[in-house]
């Protein structure tokens, strides 16, 4: 029969892990106009979540909390051709970055609408499509699925 040995006393104990900081919970919300992110990111707010929409994405970086702070609360940031300087290469570009930095758990979530409900929407509610200020509204729906495509 074996035993499994006792430390002797005195003798020091193994380290403890290092507990690892938590990490940044980051949802970046984006997708055609009228689709539905400001719906969504109501919902994330009932869902414990600080939401942001249309925040430029100079400032994206400067949202997250210093290095060696705990993120108590996450974050979900709306993002559209709306958006003061929204580009497709920049919006990719901060989402690589982020996802390198151990300090982040970052998702993108892209909401899509097809074009007949998108018009539907539009019409409805009287807005105006962010692109189809001087063109019909189909033709400003296409002209963002165009900036939006992969």
Do not use: W
């Not at 690892?20 to 109501?42: D, M, V, Y």
């Not at 051709?81 to 982040?104: A, E, H, Y």
């Amino acid at each position: 029969m074996t035993q499994d040995a006792d430390p002797s006393p005195g003798a020091p104990s193994p380290p403890l892990p290092t507990p690892r900081p938590a990490r940044q919970r980051l949802l970046l919300l984006t997708g055609l106009s009228g689709a539905g992110k400001t719906t969504a990111l109501k919902a994330l707010e009932d869902m414990g979540y600080e939401s942001i929409d249309h925040l430029p994405l100079y400032f994206l970086g400067r949202l997250i909390p210093p290095e060696g702070e705990a993120a108590d609360t996450p974050l979900a940031v709306g993002v559209d051709v709306r958006t003061r300087d929204f580009q497709i290469d920049t919006l990719t570009g901060i989402i690589d970055k982020l996802r390198r930095d151990p300090r982040f758990d970052v998702s993108l979530v892209f909401l899509h609408c097809d074009t007949d409900e998108l018009a539907r929407r539009y019409t409805v509610t009287r807005h105006r499509h962010p692109l189809a200020v001087d063109l019909p509204l189909n033709d400003g729906i296409d002209r963002e699925r165009q900036m939006l495509a992969p």
